[in-house]
């Protein structure tokens, strides 16, 4: 991160330090030191049970970004693009993932500047237009940037990730560093009602796994609740678009399946969900195997929302 946080303060862009103090060796020596007893192991902490970083969950991640555009027809909802065509608009994706978003916007308006950041660099480094820059950072923890830094702020698809609590905060930061005037954008899936059985379980182990590590999916559908919360905020706008699971949703149904089954499928989902079901990976997979014939009799229908506000 050391490079990170001075091509960052070079730019303009980050502004925190940081400074350390270190004992001398001879005053550390002349410390005795106590035995300590030796303290139980803390239970660990559930992690995230899906796969998101590997080969596979990259190529998912590109999919799953242009099904989105063809959805809504363009890469947002924000009215920011009359301001991205003239130039000098900021552009940040907290949470950018390998960037296909940062990287479809950045080749289209050439005259505004794109940032990104993730927690994991999976991002490209060197092939990348000029207009479009990379950083790694928690999005979890305060936005290395300052206030009012950004014309547009953009997040998506982080409901599995950020917990309840974080929320807020998380909401917070997006808006303190966007500017008077500018836009945030926070893009979800909804889980989907008029589920079969096989899909019932599905989505109820995720939200039941979701729930041990203190994520609420069902907060996802009033995030904007939380955006209005904000005392800079005034109105959230929501850009939903609703289709059908499988092959009764046509192009769209069939598209979502192959992502939603490529995700349940992975090896590190199937062992922790295996795990979590107290069942073999055959019989986890026998499971995942039968909503195929399921959606041929259901529609099942999935929802992805855009909530939208721009900063006071």
Request: glycine share 6%; with cysteine.
């Amino acid at each position: 991160m050391g490079n990170v946080k001075s091509n960052l303060k070079s730019r303009g862009i980050l502004t925190s330090s940081s400074k350390k103090y270190t004992k001398k060796r001879n005053e550390l020596q002349q410390i005795e030191q106590p035995e300590q007893p030796v303290q139980p192991e803390e239970p660990k902490e559930p992690t995230y049970h899906l796969s998101n970083h590997g080969n596979d969950d990259i190529d998912r991640q590109h999919f799953n970004h242009f099904f989105r555009k063809h959805l809504f027809q363009n890469n947002f909802s924000a009215p920011i693009e009359e301001k991205l065509i003239q130039g000098k608009c900021k552009v940040l994706d907290s949470g950018c993932g390998p960037g296909t978003w940062l990287l479809d916007l950045a080749t289209k308006y050439k005259n505004s500047n794109f940032f990104g950041i993730d927690i994991k660099p999976v991002y490209p480094s060197y092939i990348k237009p000029k207009n479009l820059e990379f950083y790694e950072a928690n999005i979890l923890n305060n936005l290395p940037f300052p206030d009012n830094a950004f014309d547009f702020v953009h997040q998506e698809i982080m409901a599995l990730i950020i917990k309840k609590v974080e929320w807020p905060r998380v909401i917070s930061e997006l808006i303190r560093v966007t500017r008077p005037g500018g836009f945030i954008e926070i893009v979800e899936y909804i889980s989907p009602d008029k589920n079969g059985p096989v899909m019932t379980e599905m989505y109820d182990t995720h939200t039941k796994m979701c729930l041990e590590r203190e994520i609420d999916t069902s907060l996802t559908p009033h995030l904007d609740k939380i955006i209005l919360s904000h005392p800079l905020i005034t109105n959230v706008n929501k850009d939903i678009k609703t289709f059908i699971i499988g092959p009764n949703g046509g192009g769209a149904g069939t598209t979502i399946l192959d992502i939603l089954l490529t995700f349940n499928i992975s090896d590190i989902a199937t062992e922790n969900i295996s795990r979590f079901l107290r069942i073999t990976k055959e019989e986890y997979t026998n499971k995942i195997a039968k909503i195929n014939e399921e959606l041929v009799n259901t529609k099942p229908e999935l929802s992805v929302c855009r909530f939208w506000a721009q900063k006071n």
